[in-house]
């Protein structure tokens, strides 16, 4: 298993979750951040000046995947995220050990 943080704009959020979920993933922790990349929070342009905001806002994802549907999901996440504009975020990937249903005891993939 690995697990996903993927960080997206806010307005990305429902098509990201309708992808985890057409993979068979309803389950998700997600959480508002604020952060920066490369560009360290700059705003490009509005209204003919430019701002600079050290930390913007984006939504953060959190969700674990199976092995074989780890690749998978990164594309179509990738795909509908982009807008091919700085700041439309990133996946970061983790290797899970282990997960348990504490309702039921269930362990590994049992429990996602
Ligand atoms: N190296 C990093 N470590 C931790 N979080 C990061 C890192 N780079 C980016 N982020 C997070 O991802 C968000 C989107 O980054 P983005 O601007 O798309 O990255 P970049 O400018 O590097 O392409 C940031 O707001 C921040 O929350
Ligand atoms: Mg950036």
């Known amino acids: 298993m690995y697990k996903l943080e993927i960080i997206v704009r806010d307005e990305k959020v429902t ?4 992808v985890l979920e057409r993979f ?8 508002p951040v604020e952060g920066r990349g490369r560009q360290k929070g700059l705003v490009e342009q509005f ?8 930390f913007l806002p984006k939504t953060k994802i959190e969700v674990l995947v199976r092995n074989e549907d780890c690749e998978k999901v990164m594309d179509r996440v990738m795909e509908v995220a982009r807008t091919d504009t700085v700041g439309d975020g990133k996946i ?3 290797p899970v050990i282990d997960v348990v249903r504490i309702r039921t005891g269930e362990k590994g993939e049992c429990a996602l």
């Open 15 to 18: 098509e990201v979750i309708d």
């Open 24 to 31: 068979g993933y309803a389950g998700v922790t997600m959480y």
């Open 47 to 54: 209204r003919g000046r430019k701002y600079e905001i050290p």
């Open 92 to 94: 970061f990937v983790y």
